[in-house]
Nanobody, 126 residues
Framework: QVQLVESGGGLVQAGGSLRLSCAASGLTFRRSTMGWFRQAPGEEREFVAASIWSDSRTTYADSVKDRFTISRDNAKTTVYLQMNSLKPEDTAVYSC???????????????????WGQGTQVTVSS
């Protein structure tokens, strides 16, 4: 049974930082592309970042590039999202997702991912 459990969300002032963690179990983590998505109230789910297992690449949405960093620890089967210079518009529920086994859907699209965590709330005050 695959489980993805996020932690690290909370309330932070604009300009601050948070680090989200997603602990995975029940899948071959080192062969899983891991993604972070977010969803604000009334909005569609939005791609944030992905860590691609096959070549260790990372990809980011333009809105978070140079502010957010995705990383992974295969030994701990955990993926992280370091968020710096947070803005009020970053407020959302952040969810991690796992793409395993491989499929050809683009890594930035939610349909590529087979498994999802419950999400963690991030609120950035102005």
């Amino acid at each position: 049974q695959v489980q993805l459990v996020e932690s690290g969300g909370g309330l932070v002032q604009a300009g601050g930082s948070l680090r989200l963690s997603c602990a995975a179990s029940g899948l071959t983590f080192r062969r899983s592309t891991m993604g972070w998505f977010r969803q604000a109230p009334g909005e569609e789910r939005e791609f944030v970042a992905a860590s691609i297992w096959s070549d260790s690449r990372t990809t980011y949405a333009d809105s978070v590039k140079d502010r957010f960093t995705i990383s992974r620890d295969n030994a701990k089967t955990t993926v992280y999202l370091q968020m710096n210079s947070l803005k009020p518009e970053d407020t959302a529920v952040y969810s991690c997702a796992a793409k395993f086994p491989y499929n050809s859907d683009t890594d930035s699209h939610p349909r590529a991912y087979n498994y999802w965590g419950q999400g963690t709330q991030v609120t950035v005050s102005s």
